[in-house]
């Protein structure tokens, strides 16, 4: 199957570290994303990983994968009110559409 | 243009009555997605097209559901004898596919047309 499946909701204070989970269930996944929707906008990309890589940083975001639990992780440091949004996983197996997430919604308060 | 542009943002319409969404993609990106987003159900996958190929229509919830696109740029989603259960956000995405299927595969959305059946 190709779901995939994370959290709805997750609240923070801002300055806390966020960590946002994902599972998936193809196992040929080439790509792994993470979108992010603020409210009343269209999804933006805001990182991948690609299969064989384990961890990838890139400033705040920190994205963990691990294949053999098929498990996916978004964590933002130093979570900030403008970080308020809702993020999508998503994946991508050879060449077809990527597949989404639900969404989990993340609430940041100051 | 600078990026996906959609048509109309907001439409309402009457139950029965047939609507169709528009989508202009980035310049020279080969391939073209639809999804829905409804409250609660996240993004719902639609329809693919990429290039020349013959588009994955897997996603699309029945035959009143139809998808063109045309000249490989412009894309019109066509939803006939609305319901009630069809509100919600359509999006459009665009991608720029390589050869051989490289590349990151990153999805450029545009904002959506919120559609209202009554």
């Known amino acids: 199957g190709e779901d995939v499946e994370q959290s709805l909701f997750l609240s923070v204070r801002e300055g806390d570290s966020s960590v946002i989970n994902c599972t998936y269930t193809?196992?040929?996944?080439?790509?792994l994303y993470w979108y992010k929707q603020e409210p009343g906008a269209g999804l933006q990309l805001l990182t991948y990983?690609?299969?064989?890589?384990d961890m990838k940083q890139d400033q705040r975001l920190t994205v963990l994968l691990n294949k053999k639990d098929k498990h996916l992780s978004l964590r933002i440091a130093d979570t900030q009110t403008g970080d308020s949004a809702i993020y999508f996983c998503?994946?991508?197996?050879?060449?077809?559409?990527?597949?989404f997430g639900k969404g989990t919604t993340l609430s940041v308060s100051s | 243009g600078a990026g996906v542009s959609q048509s109309p943002s907001n439409k309402v319409t009457e139950k029965g009555k047939d609507v169709e969404l528009r989508c202009d993609p980035i310049?020279?990106?080969?391939?073209l997605y639809w999804y829905r987003q409804s409250l609660g159900q996240g993004l719902e996958f639609l329809i693919y097209?990429?290039?020349?190929?013959?588009?994955?229509k897997s996603g699309l919830p029945s035959d009143r559901f139809s998808a063109e696109r045309t000249g490989g740029s412009v894309s019109t989603l066509t939803i006939q004898r609305t319901q009630q259960e069809d509100s919600a956000v359509y999006l459009c995405?665009?991608?720029?596919?390589?050869?051989?299927?490289?590349?990151?595969?990153?999805?450029?959305f545009g904002e959506g047309s919120r559609l209202t059946v009554l």
């Open positions: 995405a665009s991608s720029l596919v390589l050869s051989g299927g490289a590349g990151t595969g990153e999805l450029f």
């Open positions: 193809d196992s040929s996944s080439t790509y």
């Open positions: 990983i690609f299969s064989n890589m």
């Open positions: 998503a994946e991508k197996v050879g060449g077809t559409a990527l597949i």
């Open positions: 310049s020279g990106h080969t391939a």
């Open positions: 097209f990429q290039g020349n190929s013959a588009p994955d």
